[in-house]
């Protein structure tokens, strides 16, 4: 099956959808791009990426405050540490001043600019979500994840939270710890997620690593082939095995002309067809070279580990958020489903993380070349103006209908479409690059 093939799930999205709605529900804000820490797995170390480092602007921040009223959520998180931002408490405490009562303001830190008076600060301006990275609990690991960093910190940092928020008992401050998982560090899990209980953490989010560079990209954990593509794969290998046959032979018999091929090479094309017609009534895309190169035993692993680290943090009644351990076959953008918006230090509009900066990425086992998608600028034009805008409000539209290809189970990708320097349409004729996004998959994630 090729890219060009539907996938048989559109979703035509309801009036009502908070998407198509009026206002957004969520606005993540960066707040700056400025860091105190060199990650690798940070978009902004990536060469491609040409961000200007800069802070959010006082006029820019004030032109927010037209959607504060409808909020859900504000999350102030960018390719910066936001605690670099001089004024983040004063912006903090303005919104909470006009945001719902039920609405919350979180950000997540690496942790290292937290002292005592720093945490009194956010928790008096009325911080709802802390999200800190603990990506190991072994310190030499934690330097090696976390270039600059120093798990100690952290520590020091979760132990200020909590003082803070016992000396204001009006405070609704829930702590976090985020953990990038890669193969490295994929075993300190469940641990980390028992230290970070042990020091105030309520809520645990998980997400894999996207790489930026092909010297990590061996450090995913995952393959980028669908759950149901692995599934059905499974199926036609054990319906070959017991016909005598080897599926992963497959290829070498393709390159003999068809009056050449042995009688069990004659059986082994006609079952893997009967497998792809299979996929095609499924609407699953089907990469034979990808299913064949899956590393099982990294699967195994990571489920293991996962089903490790969710009976800790039952134990510790923490409130766990994995990631997928395969994409998914049934796609959901939570950024756009969930009516977010995204505004970048400088002041300009995007539509979600994945659309938000100009990077490259090895997600998929080759070069990717990402373009951020602007809809406005609110040096330029209001807020409200640029979410309602019949171009801004058309795209999402399109996008929670998800009628775009899957990139990264297609044989032939990368194709020229996909790494046009600028996109302009997929295989499915759609303007919205989203077939190439592992987000809406279920790989990554992030506070929200």
Not at 86 to 109: D, N, Y
Request: negative net charge.
């Amino acid at each position: 099956m090729n890219a060009s093939e539907p996938c048989g799930h559109f979703r035509p999205a309801a009036e009502d959808h908070p998407a198509l709605a009026k206002f957004p529900a969520k606005l993540f804000v960066e707040v700056t791009t400025r860091c105190n820490m060199e990650c690798f797995m940070c978009m902004k170390q990536n060469p491609g990426s040409g961000i200007c480092e800069g802070d959010l602007s006082e006029v820019t921040f004030a032109a927010l405050k037209p959607a504060f009223a409808h909020l859900e959520a504000l999350i102030l998180n960018g390719v910066g540490e936001p605690l670099l931002h001089p004024r983040l408490e004063e912006m903090i405490a303005r919104a909470k001043t006009h945001m719902p009562e039920s609405a919350w303001v979180g950000f997540q830190s690496n942790g290292l600019l937290i002292s005592e008076k720093r945490a009194s600060t956010l928790v008096k301006a009325g911080l709802d979500k802390i999200c800190l990275s603990v990506d190991a609990t072994s310190p030499e690991l934690f330097r090696k994840v976390r270039e600059g960093g120093d798990i100690h910190a952290v520590e020091r940092a979760m132990n200020s939270l909590v003082k803070a928020r016992t000396e204001q008992p009006a405070s609704r401050l829930e702590i976090g710890m985020e953990f990038v998982a890669m193969r490295d560090n994929l075993r300190e899990l469940p641990r980390a997620i028992r230290w970070a209980a042990e020091r105030g953490a309520s809520f645990a989010l998980i997400t894999h690593m996207l790489p930026y560079d092909e010297e990590h990209a061996v450090q995913a954990a995952y393959p980028t082939v669908t759950a149901e593509a692995l599934q059905l794969f499974h199926k036609w290998r054990d319906i070959a095995r017991n016909q005598g046959l080897d599926i992963r032979r497959y290829f070498k018999s393709l390159i003999r002309y068809a009056t050449t091929r042995s009688e069990d090479e004659q059986r082994l094309y006609k079952l893997v067809e009967q497998m792809r017609n299979e996929a095609v009534a499924q609407g699953i895309v089907l990469d034979l070279r990808s299913l064949m190169a899956v590393d099982e035993g990294l699967l195994d692993e990571v489920a293991a580990v996962f089903a490790e680290s969710r009976r800790v943090a039952a134990e510790c009644g923490v409130d766990l958020r994995l990631p997928e351990i395969l994409p998914k076959h049934q796609r959901s953008c939570e950024f756009v489903e969930e009516g977010g918006a995204f505004v970048a230090w400088d002041g300009k509009v995007y539509p979600c993380y994945f659309l938000w900066h100009r990077f490259n990425c090895y997600a998929m086992g080759w070069e990717q070349k990402v373009q951020p998608k602007v809809f406005g600028d609110l040096n330029e034009n209001a807020l409200l103006d640029i979410w309602n805008a019949p171009a801004f409000r058309d795209f999402r539209a399109k996008v929670i209908r998800y009628d775009y290809p899957f990139c990264s189970n297609c044989a032939v990708a990368p194709c020229d479409l996909v790494q046009a320097e600028n996109f302009e349409h997929d295989c499915h004729a759609q303007s919205e690059p989203c077939g190439s996004c592992l987000w809406c998959m279920g790989l990554f994630q992030c506070l929200r």
